[in-house]
């Protein structure tokens, strides 16, 4: 199966040092994902590293022949993918704009009927937990509903070297055992959901709306 790892944070400077604290997260979680994810395929995007217009304007807005390649070739990719990681720090007690920005650019299709994970981190004491709520909601309209276990960490700039190992005095066992907990319900939910698309169709089973977004209202009362 194929994951993709979103780090959500594009802020390459940021008190306190490291420049960016997220970028460790990332590591930290691509770490042990290759220990516990061993054959399946596991890539990060990096909000970044993703170039989008001024102006927003969704992929699928764009003309089949006018769409930018970059947002082609990753909308591409997420509808290739069987589930999620969503990594944010918390602004303002929400998720990273930024990231927020990134996932409004594809429709839900692409996301819908797979599994997704919430990654949030802070520099103080609460992780970024106040963001993750938010995010259960975002990501359920999305489509890709968040599996139950999250992944909080509080202080991480004093836990991760900028190579996403643990700095000295962590115990790499039992934070990979705590990711463990939400990835293993990760994989699960993939696998899950993986087989049966393969045996119907959701949107066949559901039925979407083909013209017009009012198909899918509830009936208009006389």
């Known amino acids: 199966m194929k994951f993709l790892v979103f780090l959500g944070s594009v802020r390459d400077s940021t008190p306190p040092r490291p420049a960016r604290l997220g970028l460790r997260v990332a590591k930290a979680c691509l770490a042990c994902l290759q220990e516990q994810f061993a054959g399946h395929e596991i890539e990060m995007i990096d909000a970044l590293a ?3 217009d001024p102006v927003f304007k969704p992929h699928f807005a764009y003309s089949a022949r006018r769409v930018p390649p970059q947002l082609d070739a990753l909308a591409q990719k997420i509808d290739a993918a069987d589930g999620y990681i969503m990594i944010s720090p918390e602004y303002n007690h929400s998720m ?11 429709g839900s299709s692409l996301f819908s009927y797979k599994p997704s994970a919430i990654v949030t981190y802070s520099a103080g004491q609460w992780g970024g937990m106040r963001a993750a709520v938010g995010m259960r909601t975002f990501l359920s309209e ?3 509903l968040p599996v139950s276990a999250m992944i909080h960490i509080p202080r991480a700039q004093d836990v991760f070297c900028d190579d996403g190992s643990l700095q000295a005095g962590e115990d790499q066992a039992a934070w ?3 990711f463990g907990r939400t990835f293993a319900q990760l ?15 959701p949107n066949e089973l559901i039925g979407v709306f083909s013209r017009d977004p009012a198909e899918r209202n509830a009936p208009a009362g006389e």
């Open 50 to 52: 993703v170039s989008t």
């Open 176 to 178: 990979f055992g705590y």
């Open 187 to 201: 994989q699960w939910w993939a696998q899950a959901t993986a087989v049966q698309r393969a045996a119907q169709d």
């Open 142 to 144: 999305l489509g890709c």
């Open 96 to 106: 990273s704009p930024a990231l927020a920005n990134l996932l409004n650019h594809f």
